[in-house]
C-alpha cells in the first residue's frame, strides 16, 4: 500500500521561507513523475511543482523562481523548497506519486498524471 505523508506546514510570514516534505512508502523505484499540488478553499487543486525520476522539473508560472522541488531517491522523499512566499500561497499543500503509466502528451502537472496522494500540510502565509 503506497503512503504518502507530508510534513513541514505551518504559519509564515509574507517574504518568508518554508521547505515541506513528503515521506513514501508502500512503492519501489518508478520512472515517473512525482509532484507537488495546492488547493485553496474555494479553489482547484492546482499543479505547483513536478520532478521526473530523471532529474527533470516543471514548474507552475506563479511559482517560478521562487520554489524549488527535489528528490532523495534514497531516502524516497520529495520536498518543496518554498521562498519568498506570499499570501497568495496560502493553501493545503499535497504531494502526488504516479505509479502506472498515462499518456505522454498529459502535462506534468495535471491532476491525471497521478493516482496517489497524500493527506496534505497546510500553508498560511500573512500578510
Known amino acids: 500500500q503506497v503512503q504518502l505523508v507530508e510534513s513541514g506546514g505551518g504559519s509564515v510570514q509574507s517574504g518568508g521561507s518554508l521547505r515541506l516534505s513528503c515521506a513514501a512508502s508502500g512503492y519501489t523505484y518508478s520512472n515517473h513523475w512525482k509532484g507537488w499540488f495546492r488547493q485553496a478553499p474555494g479553489e482547484e487543486r492546482e499543479g505547483v511543482a513536478a520532478?521526473?525520476?530523471?532529474?527533470?522539473?516543471t514548474y507552475g508560472d506563479s511559482v517560478k523562481d521562487r520554489f524549488t522541488i527535489s528528490q532523495d531517491n534514497v531516502k524516497n522523499t520529495l520536498y518543496l523548497q518554498m521562498n519568498n512566499v506570499k499570501p497568495e500561497d496560502t493553501a493545503m499543500y499535497f504531494c502526488?506519486?504516479?505509479?502506472?503509466?498515462?499518456?505522454?502528451?498529459?502535462?506534468?502537472?495535471?491532476?491525471?498524471?497521478?493516482?496517489?496522494w497524500g493527506q496534505g500540510t497546510q500553508v498560511t502565509v500573512s500578510s
Open positions: 502526488a506519486v504516479q505509479t502506472m503509466s498515462t499518456s505522454p502528451t498529459l502535462p506534468a502537472l495535471s491532476r491525471l498524471r497521478y493516482n496517489y
Open positions: 520532478i521526473h525520476n530523471d532529474g527533470r522539473t
